[in-house]
């Protein structure tokens, strides 16, 4: 028995030390799944100020599954939302509606670049038809109507390509698709619209695909503001070679996300856009009909608070 203790304490100390258990960073797949439920509600009884009772709701569903070793990022997305407000004076209305698929590609030389050849693609559409309230006889848009891709390659730069990312494409197709024959015949989304005799009889249909090829930046920013609140940051600028070179389009998100448990969060968004090809329209005031009245700053905010929970 002493042999044996005398042979222990004879021992390295390597032996009685737990080593440090490397981390790995080698060529992995990482998946991500996210689902949200927003509410917002207002009631009213013997309010002398007055009012409306409503509700809002709004589900979200995100997935996205990226690829990352030390040359080579492949980063994929989803995002799902729709969004209804109620309020006891009228019927719902659609408050949002999307559908975007996104899938990058970039590859570094080295190591130590931070710079990646680059190829992108973009898709959005929308799930359920679009009106301008109060009219709900006359949808303003639908599914494909409109659907807009963009694909193209360039260069992207990004030290830590997660949270910031400056992006620059020379050549970058961008198709406007108008899938319903109305809005197509309509020349909606800047398609060019059918061909109509004296009647009103349509001699040529419109068009359904409409195809540009320009130069896309975009950039993208993402930090820690304070504890459990995040910002985010995303703007996207296109401009068509062919069709008013130097006229953008402009899409441009800023998201905070308060976190206040795992599974509780608020968010508060702003959405801007413009697109030159997207046709305002207002009643005349001579004939009383609808004009149109050009392409105008699209904007939008959103507040909720509601909850999120990974799977």
Not at 32 to 59: E, K, P, R, Y
Not at 155 to 175: Q, R, V
Not at 193 to 221: C, F, Q, W
Not at 275 to 304: N, Y
Request: glycine share 8%; with cysteine.
């Amino acid at each position: 028995m002493f042999f044996f203790y005398g042979c222990l304490l004879a021992q390295p100390d390597s032996l009685f030390i737990k080593e440090k258990k490397q981390k790995y960073d080698g060529p992995q797949w990482l998946q991500v799944n996210n689902a949200s439920v927003d509410l917002s509600q207002v009631s009213f009884v013997n309010w002398n100020s007055g009012g409306t009772n409503s509700i809002s709701g709004l589900l979200g569903l995100k997935s996205s599954y990226d690829y990352k070793d030390k040359y080579f990022v492949w980063k994929n997305n989803v995002d799902i939302r729709y969004g209804i407000n109620k309020q006891e004076d009228r019927g719902t209305r659609k408050t949002d509606d999307l559908i975007e698929f996104n899938s990058n590609m970039g590859y570094k030389p080295d190591n130590l670049s931070n710079w990646f050849y680059s190829a992108r693609l973009n898709f959005r559409t929308q799930l359920a038809n679009g009106f301008q309230y109060p009219n709900t006889s006359e949808p303003i848009s639908k599914f494909l109507a409109p659907g807009y891709l963009f694909f193209g390659g360039g260069m992207e730069y990004g030290k830590h390509i997660d949270k910031l990312s400056f992006y620059f494409s020379p050549i970058t197709l961008k198709a406007t698709l108008v899938l319903d024959e109305d809005l197509a015949n309509a020349g909606s989304f800047g398609v060019a619209p059918a061909v109509l005799d004296v009647l009103g009889n349509v001699v040529v249909p419109g068009e359904k695909t409409r195809k540009e090829v320009g130069v896309l930046i975009t950039n993208s920013y993402e930090m820690e503001i304070a504890e459990n609140i995040n910002v985010k940051h995303q703007i996207s600028l296109y401009s068509d070679y062919i069709n008013n070179f130097g006229n953008l389009d402009i899409d441009w998100r800023v998201d905070f996300d308060f976190k206040v448990n795992s599974f509780i969060r608020a968010t508060l968004g702003s959405h801007l856009r413009y697109d030159d090809d997207v046709k305002t329209s207002r009643v005349s005031e001579i004939t009383g009909d609808q004009e149109e009245a050009g392409a105008k700053v699209q904007w939008k905010q959103f507040l909720g608070v509601g909850f999120s929970v990974d799977f």
